[in-house]
């Protein structure tokens, strides 16, 4: 075949769409907790324009990047697993004002008798699809001409849908004196963590680290975990910061509660604030969400972080790290 001249068109339609979202309960909203994943997928061949197609397909192909239409089919699976309404089609933002919603409102709940469970819900959806047509003639030195059209398109889609359960991590705050962030290492030590009697086994921490106590009851010990910041509420700079009379944003040596509060690492005696160097706890914080794994076992998440200001001027670290106890 010898081309002499040739006109040509191609052309392509590419449609990608990704959603994925996760929210967390304190008890499960959910009637049936069983998980499930829904993938599809397919590929058209190519096809010439003189083949025909059954009109299952030609019905198939006429609905090509209705991603909206998937979705909506996503959504309604989704409702039937959840026994309700999935809150509508959520984008991430959304996702994070419904879970700040719930962690608030799980904040001004009382707090359990015993360590909770909470409830993760997680989604994925994923849709894909790609179409190319190919048009032309090409004029043959033989004299004759010939013309073409081809085209092949594909489509995939995946959503899968888990539901499962966890240990609330519970967070005391930790303060550094070295300026280096939380260290996990490994060691423990039996402590009444949830001020119930039972003991559970608190990480002893590295050097230069030290739990940040107050010392309720006056007795110079720290034996319970209403004597941390964060196991009673979870919330271990919002227990702070109801410490600063003067709201101030620190809590010092003005503020009544100073003197009972200390440095505190398990197994030794507490050593007040003052002794320590200690002059001001910022009772202002940032999220710094970063979790410490043990392959896939989570270990501690790091939660928030804020600063502590020494006599000397120097500037420290302030952590609420939320340990799976």
Same mark, same amino acid.
Request: net charge negative; aromatic share 10%; proline share 4%.
């Given at each position: 075949?010898?081309? =002499?001249?040739?006109?040509?068109? #191609?052309?392509?339609?590419?449609?990608?769409?990704?959603?994925?979202? @996760?929210?967390?309960?304190?008890?499960?909203?959910?009637? @049936?907790?069983?998980?499930?994943?829904?993938?599809?997928?397919?590929?058209?061949?190519?096809?010439?324009?003189?083949?025909?197609? +059954?009109?299952?397909? /030609?019905?198939?192909?006429?609905q090509q990047?209705?991603?909206?239409?998937? *979705?909506?089919?996503?959504?309604? =699976?989704?409702?039937?697993?959840?026994?309700?309404? $999935?809150?509508?089609? &959520?984008?991430?933002?959304?996702?994070?004002? =419904?879970?700040?919603?719930?962690?608030? =409102?799980?904040?001004?709940?009382?707090?359990?008798?015993?360590?909770?469970?909470?409830?993760?819900?997680?989604?994925?959806?994923?849709?894909?699809?790609?179409? %190319?047509?190919?048009?032309?003639?090409?004029?043959?030195?033989?004299?004759?001409?010939?013309?073409?059209?081809?085209?092949?398109?594909?489509?995939?889609?995946?959503?899968?849908?888990?539901?499962?359960?966890?240990?609330?991590?519970?967070?005391?705050? *930790? $303060?550094?004196?070295?300026?280096?962030?939380?260290?996990?290492?490994?060691?423990s030590q !039996? #402590?009444? #963590?949830?001020?119930?009697?039972?003991?559970?086994?608190?990480?002893?921490?590295?050097?230069?680290?030290?739990?940040?106590?107050?010392?309720?009851?006056?007795?110079?010990?720290?034996?319970?975990?209403?004597?941390?910041?964060?196991? !009673?509420?979870?919330?271990?700079?919002?227990?702070?910061?109801?410490?600063?009379?003067?709201?101030?944003? #620190?809590?010092?040596?003005?503020?009544?509660?100073? /003197?009972?509060?200390?440095?505190?690492? +398990?197994?030794?005696?507490?050593?007040?604030?003052?002794?320590?160097? *200690?002059?001001a706890l910022?009772?202002?914080?940032?999220?710094?969400?970063?979790?410490?794994?043990?392959?896939?076992?989570? &270990?501690?998440? *790091? !939660?928030?972080?804020?600063?502590?200001? %020494?006599?000397?001027?120097?500037?420290?670290?302030?952590?609420?790290?939320?340990?799976?106890?």
């Open positions: 075949m010898n081309v =002499i001249s040739a006109t040509q068109a #191609f052309s392509a339609r590419e449609q990608q769409l990704f959603q994925q979202g @996760r929210l967390e309960f304190q008890s499960s909203p959910l009637a @049936r907790p069983a998980p499930a994943t829904s993938p599809t997928a397919q590929a058209v061949d190519p096809q010439s324009e003189t083949e025909s197609k +059954p009109s299952d397909e /030609q019905n198939e192909d006429g990047f209705s991603a909206k239409e998937s *979705i909506g089919t996503v959504k309604r =699976i989704l409702e039937q697993l959840s026994s309700g309404k $999935l809150l509508s089609w &959520l984008d991430g933002s959304a996702f994070d004002k =419904i879970q700040a919603q719930q962690q608030q =409102i799980e904040a001004d709940a009382p707090s359990p008798e015993a360590p909770a469970e909470r409830t993760i819900m997680e989604f994925n959806y994923r849709y894909q699809a790609v179409e %190319a047509s190919f048009a032309g003639a090409v004029q043959l030195e033989d004299g004759s001409s010939q013309s073409f059209a081809f085209s092949f398109s594909l489509k995939e889609s995946y959503a899968s849908f888990s539901i499962r359960q966890e240990a609330v991590l519970k967070d005391p705050l *930790i $303060l550094s004196t070295t300026g280096q962030s939380f260290q996990w290492t490994g060691a !039996a #402590f009444d #963590f949830f001020s119930d009697g039972r003991s559970a086994e608190l990480p002893t921490l590295a050097n230069g680290q030290y739990y940040l106590s107050y010392d309720r009851n006056q007795d110079g010990q720290i034996t319970q975990g209403k004597e941390l910041f964060g196991p !009673a509420t979870g919330q271990g700079f919002a227990e702070l910061a109801a410490l600063d009379e003067d709201k101030d944003g #620190f809590v010092d040596s003005s503020d009544s509660a100073w /003197q009972q509060l200390s440095l505190w690492r +398990p197994g030794e005696t507490p050593t007040s604030l003052t002794d320590a160097g *200690i002059g910022s009772a202002q914080s940032v999220a710094t969400s970063f979790g410490l794994y043990d392959g896939d076992a989570l &270990l501690a998440r *790091i !939660a928030r972080s804020g600063i502590f200001l %020494a006599e000397q001027g120097k500037v420290g670290l302030l952590q609420q790290v939320d340990l799976n106890i």
